[in-house]
Protein backbone atom coordinates (compact mmCIF):
# COMPACT_ATOMS: atom_id res chain seq x y z
CA UNK A 1 0.00 0.00 0.00
CA UNK A 2 0.88 3.46 -0.04
CA UNK A 3 1.25 3.92 3.49
CA UNK A 4 3.81 1.32 3.99
CA UNK A 5 5.54 2.21 0.76
CA UNK A 6 6.31 6.03 0.00
CA UNK A 7 4.29 7.42 2.78
CA UNK A 8 6.15 5.77 4.86
CA UNK A 9 9.41 6.29 4.01
CA UNK A 10 8.80 9.56 3.59
CA UNK A 11 7.98 10.03 7.28
CA UNK A 12 10.37 7.74 8.39
CA UNK A 13 13.04 10.23 5.94
CA UNK A 14 11.81 13.25 7.90
CA UNK A 15 11.77 12.30 11.35
CA UNK A 16 15.78 10.89 10.99
CA UNK A 17 16.34 14.05 9.10
CA UNK A 18 14.06 15.98 12.07
CA UNK A 19 16.75 14.07 14.31
CA UNK A 20 20.45 14.63 12.54
CA UNK A 21 19.48 18.63 13.12
CA UNK A 22 18.59 17.69 16.71
CA UNK A 23 21.51 16.13 17.61
CA UNK A 24 24.00 18.22 15.83
CA UNK A 25 22.37 21.11 17.67
CA UNK A 26 22.19 19.63 20.62
CA UNK A 27 25.87 18.59 20.23
CA UNK A 28 27.13 22.28 19.36
CA UNK A 29 24.69 23.50 22.15
CA UNK A 30 27.40 21.10 24.54
CA UNK A 31 30.47 22.64 22.65
CA UNK A 32 29.26 26.28 22.74
CA UNK A 33 26.18 28.38 24.62
CA UNK A 34 24.74 25.36 26.92
CA UNK A 35 27.77 24.09 28.48
CA UNK A 36 26.95 24.67 31.85
CA UNK A 37 23.87 23.62 31.88
CA UNK A 38 24.66 20.36 30.63
CA UNK A 39 27.20 19.89 33.56
CA UNK A 40 23.96 19.25 36.08
CA UNK A 41 23.55 15.90 34.17
CA UNK A 42 27.31 14.39 34.11
CA UNK A 43 27.55 11.66 36.73
CA UNK A 44 29.71 11.95 39.56
CA UNK A 45 31.40 8.82 38.48
CA UNK A 46 32.54 9.88 34.61
CA UNK A 47 33.28 13.84 36.07
CA UNK A 48 35.95 11.82 38.29
CA UNK A 49 37.50 10.68 35.14
CA UNK A 50 36.84 13.07 32.39
CA UNK A 51 36.03 16.20 34.39
CA UNK A 52 32.67 17.44 34.34
CA UNK A 53 33.40 19.98 30.99
CA UNK A 54 35.01 16.70 29.50
CA UNK A 55 32.37 14.56 29.85
CA UNK A 56 30.22 17.56 28.01
CA UNK A 57 32.75 18.77 25.24
CA UNK A 58 33.41 14.70 24.55
CA UNK A 59 29.32 13.87 24.27
CA UNK A 60 28.78 17.19 22.58
CA UNK A 61 31.08 16.29 19.97
CA UNK A 62 29.78 12.50 19.99
CA UNK A 63 26.24 13.50 19.52
CA UNK A 64 27.48 15.95 16.50
CA UNK A 65 29.14 12.70 14.77
CA UNK A 66 25.99 10.95 14.97
CA UNK A 67 23.28 13.67 13.89
CA UNK A 68 26.11 14.50 10.62
CA UNK A 69 26.07 10.47 10.24
CA UNK A 70 22.63 9.96 9.82
CA UNK A 71 22.26 12.03 6.71
CA UNK A 72 25.54 11.57 5.44
CA UNK A 73 26.23 8.16 5.56
CA UNK A 74 22.45 6.95 4.24
CA UNK A 75 23.62 3.50 3.80
CA UNK A 76 24.61 3.30 7.42
CA UNK A 77 21.64 4.32 8.88
CA UNK A 78 19.79 1.55 10.17
CA UNK A 79 23.76 0.90 12.45
CA UNK A 80 23.91 4.49 13.23
CA UNK A 81 20.53 4.74 14.31
CA UNK A 82 21.66 2.05 16.83
CA UNK A 83 24.20 3.24 17.86
CA UNK A 84 22.08 6.38 18.55
CA UNK A 85 20.27 4.55 20.81
CA UNK A 86 22.77 3.15 22.71
CA UNK A 87 23.91 6.38 22.85
CA UNK A 88 20.76 7.52 24.33
CA UNK A 89 21.05 5.14 26.54
CA UNK A 90 24.41 5.35 28.15
CA UNK A 91 23.42 8.80 28.72
CA UNK A 92 20.37 7.84 30.60
CA UNK A 93 22.79 7.33 33.86
CA UNK A 94 23.27 11.30 34.06
CA UNK A 95 18.90 12.46 33.53
CA UNK A 96 18.94 9.65 36.83
CA UNK A 97 21.31 11.37 38.55
CA UNK A 98 20.34 14.98 37.84
CA UNK A 99 16.67 13.68 39.09
CA UNK A 100 17.75 11.57 42.41
CA UNK A 101 20.62 14.79 43.51
CA UNK A 102 18.18 17.51 42.40
CA UNK A 103 20.55 19.16 40.03
CA UNK A 104 18.96 22.04 38.13
CA UNK A 105 19.73 22.13 34.54
CA UNK A 106 17.35 23.15 31.67
CA UNK A 107 14.76 24.50 33.41
CA UNK A 108 14.48 21.35 35.02
CA UNK A 109 14.16 23.13 38.42
CA UNK A 110 11.73 20.77 40.40
CA UNK A 111 11.57 17.16 41.00
CA UNK A 112 8.51 16.85 39.19
CA UNK A 113 9.98 18.28 36.21
CA UNK A 114 13.35 16.26 36.40
CA UNK A 115 10.94 13.02 36.88
CA UNK A 116 8.98 13.60 33.76
CA UNK A 117 12.48 14.16 31.69
CA UNK A 118 12.93 10.63 32.20
CA UNK A 119 10.20 9.30 30.79
CA UNK A 120 11.17 10.81 27.68
CA UNK A 121 14.51 9.22 27.23
CA UNK A 122 12.83 5.82 25.79
CA UNK A 123 11.06 8.00 23.33
CA UNK A 124 14.50 9.63 22.17
CA UNK A 125 15.40 5.69 21.24
CA UNK A 126 12.83 4.69 19.84
CA UNK A 127 12.93 7.85 17.41
CA UNK A 128 16.33 6.78 16.60
CA UNK A 129 15.72 3.30 15.88
CA UNK A 130 12.45 3.61 13.97
CA UNK A 131 13.43 6.67 12.17
CA UNK A 132 16.66 4.62 10.82
CA UNK A 133 14.95 1.43 9.84
CA UNK A 134 15.30 -0.35 6.38
CA UNK A 135 11.70 -1.06 6.01
Not at 24 to 31: D, E, I
Request: proline fraction near 3%.
Amino acid sequence: SLWHGGAMTSLRTLARWALAGAMVFAGLSHLFWARREFRAQVPDVAAKVLGEDGVVVASGVVEVMLGASLVALPRSRSTIGWILAGFFVAVFPGNIEQYVKRRDGFRLDTDAKRLVRLFFQPLLVAWAVWSTRDR
